[in-house]
């Protein structure tokens, strides 16, 4: 457990219905951490962290931010996070400028800061527009605005790219970066791109079904148990009766059968590849799109779950 | 407060459509609504005549004596008919048109409401066919009856006293519910969808997870819906005043007492009905539960007292019913504020309640 963690999440549980959104997870953040909470849609991320905004109750267990509880520190905690929620949107017809200050008067704060922010964000030309007429990274940058306003000590970021192209989204990294270097702010970020997460963040959490999977940096996460090379094909033949299991290069085998491909998680590519072309070099077998790397999110992802990030 | 005010303002006028709805329909319907029922008794009553061929009823025809012969289409046939002028100092032009048909014909067209009333000409006599509920076709029979047997006696009887001056018109009555009815709409509609669409939109959620307070939001939409709800009557009683020579009898405090009690009463409402409401189409339905009932019932268009007796004690007690007869009373019969307390009252007690229960069950996410 880290010294003085801003963050303190303990055995959170959270049901609706018989489906258990989030089952008992525990985390903790110290300051000035950014965490990515990583998983597919509906692995409870966003549950989560609305629980952690103070948006959601949790069923059972303990949310601590900054040492305090949500109950009876509502206000003050309020002045000092800063979130940004998956797909909000603004009053068409309101200006950038004037959703800006509105928000700005709920903190006391005065036209300088709104000026800043929206260099932060890199919507000058834009203050005057109607938001409605922005576009979809502008107006994601917007919500950031919003969320960096008070100069928060915590930042919930609630997949803050999603939908974005790649120019967009990376505008946001670039942003966020900034935020990491020239401020102390804790930040969690939730996400179901591996590459944000493994940009931005000191520690992933890989989460799915309401439980936490696996956690750690990203070198942490790749190598910790598990063999770190991969070795993929498309295969046509039946990939029970390749054998392979009594070999020890071999962590684990996946197949997925929709798309007809089997990964291989192997201690050594040049240990394992040799034996894997001579099994399949018999005509029961075809195989095509040979593909050796070094195991990603992703890749561990399927590994704990059996299915991709994005499915 | 102040921004969440300005942002209501700003949402109203950059609204291209709220002109149309905030100003020009309301006028346009006082209009129509004013001239219609100023000149009714201009339009032509029409009547069914079932005539015999062999002999008439000579009062009658007498009284057809200086009638217009016209043709004019009824049931895709060109028809005979008689158009008869009543010319009274008192009672102002009442203009018969006489349809010559058959009885099948006849009842066509009262069944799609185009004559009240069937006449029938005997040798020695004529018989009417009416609805008896029916008021206007009871008029009709009236009229008729008695400028046919009498001719102008009825008329210009020295019993009739006409009231034509100020107050007394129909416009009188209409203009005090339609102020009423306007600031129903604007707070309902103003605050119940914007509330609704807020929240579908997550921007409700995103403003209450900063230091705002929830309570300040919310009257936030009172105030700048009042301060709009004000400007939109003001429009309307000044084309009143401008166009119909309406004109206040009562004391303006009073007036502006029970406006402002109806608008706490309507908002109240407004933020109940939208605590809990999911989308705005169930918003929009329950919206239309609330307003078009009262529409119907509180006495804008026409009087309350034309329901059935048992009704009218629960139709007085509905919030728009209570503030278009108090407006009334002040446009129309001098009432000042002590007259108008009763019913601000309620009305005011109304919306706080409302207020409370509504903020108390609120879901803002």
């Known amino acids: 457990m880290a010294t003085n963690p801003v963050i303190q999440i303990r055995n959170i549980k959270k049901y609706f219905r018989d489906v258990k959104a989030v089952d008992g997870i525990d985390l903790s953040i110290p300051e000035a951490e950014f965490l990515a909470l990583l998983g597919p849609n509906g692995a409870g991320k966003t549950t989560l962290v609305e629980m952690i905004e103070g948006l959601q109750k949790p069923d059972l267990g303990e949310i601590l931010i900054m040492n305090r509880h949500w109950k009876g520190n509502e206000t003050y905690l309020r002045r000092h996070i800063g979130i940004s929620l998956q797909e909000t949107r603004f009053i068409d017809k309101l200006t950038t400028t004037e959703i800006l200050r509105l928000f700005a008067s709920f903190y006391g704060i005065g036209e300088k800061r709104i000026d800043e922010i929206l260099e932060l964000i890199r919507l000058q030309d834009k203050r005057k527009a109607y938001t409605v007429n922005l576009s979809g990274g502008q107006r994601q940058r917007l919500a950031l605005g919003i969320a960096l306003m008070n100069s928060p000590s915590v930042l919930l970021l609630d997949e803050p790219t999603s939908g974005l192209d790649p120019n967009s989204r990376r505008e946001i990294w670039d942003i966020l970066l900034n935020l990491k270097k020239n401020q102390h702010t804790t930040m969690i970020l939730t996400t179901h791109y591996m590459e944000e997460a493994a940009f931005l963040c000191d520690k992933i959490v890989i989460m799915d079904k309401g439980k936490i999977l696996a956690e750690g940096t990203l070198e942490e996460l790749l190598t910790r148990n598990h063999s770190d090379e991969i070795i993929e094909f498309n295969l046509q033949g039946d990939p029970d009766t390749l054998n392979l299991n009594n070999n020890n290069w071999l962590k684990k085998i996946n197949w997925d059968p929709d798309r007809k491909k089997v990964t291989l998680f192997v201690t050594e590519i040049l240990l394992a590849l040799p034996h894997i072309l001579d099994k399949t070099s018999s005509d029961k077998y075809k195989i095509t799109g040979l593909e050796c790397r070094k195991m990603t999110l992703d890749d561990l992802f399927i590994s704990l779950t059996g299915r991709r990030l994005t499915d | ?365």
């Open chain 2, 1 to 365: 407060m102040i921004q969440l005010i300005l942002i209501h303002f700003r949402e109203f006028v950059r609204e291209p459509g709220i002109i149309f709805w905030s100003i020009i329909f309301p006028i346009a319907m006082a209009w129509v609504l004013g001239i219609a029922f100023s000149r009714q008794s201009e339009l032509a009553q029409q009547v069914v005549l079932i005539e015999n061929s062999r002999e008439q009823y000579p009062p009658f025809r007498e009284f057809l004596n200086d009638s217009k012969k016209i043709t004019k289409e009824i049931l895709d046939e060109n028809t005979e008919c008689y158009e008869k002028t009543l010319v009274s100092d008192k009672l102002g032009k009442t203009i018969f048109r006489f349809i010559s048909t058959d009885w099948d014909h006849g009842i066509l067209l009262l069944k799609r409401g185009q004559v009240n009333l069937i006449m029938k000409e005997y040798p020695d006599s004529l018989e009417y066919f009416f609805d008896p509920i029916n008021p206007q076709a009871k008029t009709i029979f009236i009229m008729l009856s008695s400028a046919i047997n009498n001719q102008n006696l009825v008329y210009e009887s020295p019993a009739i006293s006409p009231l034509t001056q100020k107050g007394n018109r129909y416009i009188d009555f209409l203009i005090p519910g339609l102020l009423a009815l306007g600031a129903m709409n604007s707070l309902l509609w103003g605050i119940s969808y914007a509330l609704i669409e807020m929240r579908s939109k997550k921007l409700m959620r995103r403003m209450v997870a900063t230091p705002m307070k929830k309570s300040e939001f919310l009257i936030s939409f009172f105030i700048a819906r009042l301060l709009i709800a004000i400007i939109e009557a003001a429009i309307l009683w000044t084309f009143a005043y401008f166009y119909f020579r309406i004109s206040l009898q009562g004391s303006f405090l009073a007036l502006a007492t029970i406006f402002l009690a109806g608008n706490i009463a309507f908002s109240g409402l407004a933020i109940l009905i939208s605590s809990r409401t999911a989308n705005s189409r169930i918003g929009t339905g329950l919206i239309n539960v609330v307003t078009m009932p009262m529409m119907i019932l509180s006495g804008i268009f026409f009087s309350y007292h034309n329901f059935p007796d048992f009704a009218i004690p629960v139709i007085q007690k509905m919030p728009l019913t209570m503030m278009a007869d108090s407006i009334r009373a002040v446009f129309i019969e001098g009432s000042g504020i002590t007259q108008v307390a009763g019913n601000s009252a309620i009305l005011t007690g109304l919306g706080v309640c409302c207020f409370l229960i509504g903020l108390k069950i609120y879901k803002w996410y």
